[in-house]
């Protein structure tokens, strides 16, 4: 589901928890839509997500591709407990990735890459959706991309 103006865009992406999360990796946050996860992806917050970067509207990915803009992804998990991130989007940024979304603190851009130099990675969410995830309740994710007017 995604809402679209000519200033903002909404993408919704549902998302299951695994008894694997934990959300300690220091620099990224990720998405995934393989059904799996080992103690090994510590950045993983959610598995078989519904869509992957590649399945965002059209309009969303112009608009994350503005040096203006700033994207907020709201976490939810479906007992309540919630965060809130936010980072910038890029020119360079593809969204041609069919499995994973990830998060980034740095200004590395691959083609899984939803947004750089955010205010959190994976460790630094709030630990009860971290624990919630991890009892595999289920999640979503609201990214909210803006363009801010150029002065």
Request: glycine share 4%; charged share 30%.
């Amino acid at each position: 589901m995604s809402y679209c103006t000519e200033w903002f865009c909404i993408e919704v992406v549902e998302f299951k928890g695994h008894e694997n999360v934990r959300a300690l990796h220091k620099t990224t946050l990720e998405i995934t839509k393989e059904d799996y996860l080992t103690p090994r992806g510590d950045c993983i917050v959610g598995i078989s997500a519904n869509k992957s970067l590649r399945n965002f509207s059209s309009k969303f990915k112009e608009l994350i591709r503005s040096k203006d803009s700033i994207l907020y992804i709201l976490l939810i998990s479906e007992l309540g407990s919630m965060d809130i991130i936010k980072c910038k989007g890029d020119p360079k940024l593809t969204y041609d990735d069919d499995t994973r979304i990830i998060i980034r603190k740095s200004d590395y851009i691959a083609s899984n890459t939803a947004c750089i130099n955010s205010e959190k990675s994976a460790k630094d969410i709030s630990r009860s959706l971290v624990y919630e995830l991890k009892r595999g309740c289920k999640g979503v994710a609201l990214f909210i991309v803006i363009r801010k007017p150029r002065a």
